[in-house]
């Protein structure tokens, strides 16, 4: 049986191109070509080369008992996208995408990013590649991760900074497609998310696929079969689909996928999709979007960057219509928690974003009771949240110092370590 | 025959072209945005598209995209295209509205094409609406006598160019050059390229659009186009401290350039 109901260029109702006509010619072009690459031996031997010796794929499984005596019973395993070069599960992605654009011919990619991961990424690939590599960031964002806006400009890319709109994520994205309907002729918008007009929704996914394969692999190597649940974090949802899609044929796995939650449903201040969302239309592509009663996009609120968005990878709405898989809103506190619980169980300090997962396997562990086998989409690490952890936990000071043990005010030069 | 068929026809009598003149409704805010279309239809502009703001314009360059933001700060509601849509009439202009798509599918697709008529619309633009996925909005448009008008663009291959024109109704909005909307220095040779390759798959009126903004290339377009599209600059002058006085000037301006071809 296959649950994939993907007909064309939707899943179920959703899906689909809402695009200007003018880059219609350029998503027929990329569709062959991903179609024809995705069957060229030369090219996968390629994307499999990169993976090995340059990302260190396949990304270990770690089982986590200290973390998991906190769960109420469950085994917990980590697939471990936080070890892979520039920092989480985005350069799978990026790195196919690239290749295809050297492929297409095109001298030029761009991208949005959010947390800044996949924006690193691909600013990793262009420098790789020899591609000249625009990345457009919100400017609310810029603030909040300048580490890893420091890290695309070392690498070579510019950084736009986009005040429009609501600054984050999703002003990026409108940022981009800009981009792309000027220079469409010799750029690559290198989507970084399962959005967006077909076939970025299916292409990204099946970049993505390799995560799922190698942990359902790794896992029947240490337990003998399958996981009772898999957790992954959805903002866009690619890390979530990546390791959802070798399992969504089998009616034993519950696929988990969590979203943002931020000050609580309750508040307004959230980017769960799933929990005040509508269908409709953003950024090409028919799925949930946060709006209102006149379909204008709502502002979203979220500790983490990655997950500040109002919508949704299409699939993922297919998904959660059909039953397929299940989604819930965590709180910023929720994943702040686990947050600090993994970096003092197990000494892996997460993604903000991955953090949602964590927190979400905290809360279904229980009901999952003794014996079962969890495993968590670990998509990032969190060398890019430390500030923001920092000071979530008041280790630091407004001005980013450190206060230090034994001394009664903030640090002086021997703090700064945030 | 169709509002919008009778005006092209009559302007090809007259030997000149249309002018189609785009303002944001409720920009600045909603009173002002009410004198600003009667201003544009009263100096001479034939068509006039009324926008919708939307939070996520990303066909638009910067001007739209800023008088968007400040018409949806003012307050402006969806229900409010439609007494712009009817002041356009009323003021003797064909109104159409220019939309991206999310707003019209969160308020009904039929309820949306309904009240359209209803306040006297000839048709609806849709940037970001491509014939493949409209399936919907078609059946609705057709049967209230709507004009559904779909894009063409420099990078439209002529199996699509005429799929595009065979589903669009009064006319073919022609997207001139790559980009997004905005003033422009010149009028890239690309339209006049487009234009005669969208001749050759359809008998429709052909409206170029994207980047003019004078008199002078105005006439220029009308040499090649049945109407010029203005957006950004009318938008520009709207914004600017003479606001109505030079939307009425600039309009003026853009008449007689399409007359002077």
Redesign the interface.
């Known amino acids: 049986m296959t649950t994939t109901q993907q007909v064309g260029d939707r899943f179920g109702e959703f899906g ?11 998503l027929d072009e990329l569709d062959a070509a991903r179609t024809e690459a995705m069957a060229d031996p030369d090219f996968l031997a390629e994307l499999d080369r990169l993976h090995r010796d340059y990302t260190g794929r396949p990304s270990p499984l770690t089982e986590v008992p200290r973390f998991a005596a906190h769960a109420g019973g469950p085994r917990i395993f980590l697939k471990r996208e936080d070890l892979n070069h520039t920092g989480s599960h985005k350069i799978n992605n990026v790195l196919g995408q690239a290749l295809l654009a050297v492929r297409m011919g095109k001298r030029r990619v761009i991208a949005e990013t959010g947390a800044g991961q996949h924006g690193v990424a691909t600013a990793t690939a262009a420098a790789l590649m020899g591609l000249e590599c625009t990345v457009y960031m919100g400017q609310v964002d810029t603030e909040r991760q300048a580490l890893n806006v420091a890290r695309m400009r070392l690498l070579g890319a510019e950084v736009v900074a986009v005040p ?2 609501s600054a984050t994520l ?2 990026a ?2 940022e981009a ?2 981009d792309w ?5 010799h750029t690559h918008y290198l989507l970084g998310t399962v959005t967006g007009p077909h076939p970025f929704p299916t292409m990204v996914r099946d970049f993505h696929a390799v995560i799922g394969q190698e942990a359902r692999k790794q896992l029947d190597d240490v337990v003998g079969g399958l996981p009772d649940a898999v957790c992954a974090c959805v903002g866009g949802g690619s890390n979530a689909i990546g390791i959802f899609h070798a399992f969504r044929d089998e009616p034993s796995v519950a696929l988990w996928g969590f979203e943002a939650g931020g000050d609580g449903i309750e508040t307004g201040r959230h980017a769960a999709r799933f929990s005040g969302g ?1 269908p ?5 592509a028919s799925t949930y ?1 946060l ?1 209102d ?5 709502l502002e979203t609120h979220s500790v983490s960057a990655g997950l500040d968005y109002p919508s949704i990878g299409p699939e993922h709405a297919f998904l959660h219509d059909s039953g397929l898989a299940h989604y819930a809103p965590v709180t910023d506190r929720e994943a702040m928690d686990a947050f600090s619980l993994l970096c003092r169980t197990e000494g892996i300090i997460p993604a903000i974003e991955s953090a949602h997962a964590l927190a979400g396997a905290l809360r279904i562990g229980p009901e999952l009771g003794e014996g079962s086998v969890v495993l968590i989409n670990l998509s990032g690490r969190g060398d890019k949240d430390v500030d923001t952890a920092a000071r979530w936990f008041g280790l630091v000071d407004d001005e980013g110092q450190a206060h230090v043990d034994g001394e009664t005010g903030p640090g002086g030069d021997q703090g700064g370590g945030a | 025959m169709s509002v919008l068929d009778d005006l092209f026809t009559g302007c090809r009598e007259e030997g000149r072209s249309a002018l189609v003149g785009y303002l944001p409704a409720g920009y600045p805010d909603l009173s002002t945005s009410l004198e600003a279309i009667r201003t544009l239809a009263d100096a001479g502009a034939d068509v006039i598209e009324v926008g919708v703001p ?6 638009d ?1 910067p001007v739209v ?1 800023r008088a968007a ?1 400040t018409a ?1 700060r003012s307050g402006f ?2 229900k409010d295209v439609f007494t712009v849509v009817a002041a356009a009439k009323d003021a003797g202009a064909v109104p159409v509205v220019m939309t991206y ?7 009904g697709v039929d309820r949306f094409a309904q009240d359209l008529a209803d306040a006297g619309g000839a048709g609806l633009i849709t ?4 014939p ?2 409209a399936g919907a909005w078609r059946a609705a448009a057709e049967e209230r006598g709507l004009a559904p008008v ?8 002529d199996v ?1 160019l005429r799929s ?1 024109t065979q589903a669009c109704r009064g006319f073919v909005y022609v ?1 001139s050059t ?3 909307t905005g003033v422009r220095e010149a009028v890239g040779s690309d339209a006049e390229h487009l234009v005669e390759r969208t001749r050759a798959v359809t008998d429709l009126p052909l409206c170029v659009g994207l980047g003019v903004s004078t008199g002078d290339q105005a006439a220029q377009v009308a040499g090649f186009a049945d109407g010029v599209i203005v957006g950004s600059a009318l938008v520009r002058a709207l914004g600017g401290p003479d606001g109505l006085g030079a939307l009425r000037h600039l309009t003026e301006e853009l008449a007689a350039g399409v007359r002077r071809a």
């Open positions: 689909g191109r809402y695009v200007p006509e003018a880059l219609v010619a350029a429009t709109g999703k002003d994205i409108n497609m800009r309907v000027t220079h469409v002729g509508e409709g239309v953003l950024h090409g979007v709006q009663a006149d379909g204008q996009t | 939307y939070t996520d314009p990303l066909m360059g995209e933001s949806l509601r969806l798509w999310n707003p019209v599918l969160r308020y940037p970001d609406l491509i493949d996925e779909f894009l063409v663009a420099p990078s439209s291959t699509r595009t997207a790559m980009g997004v």
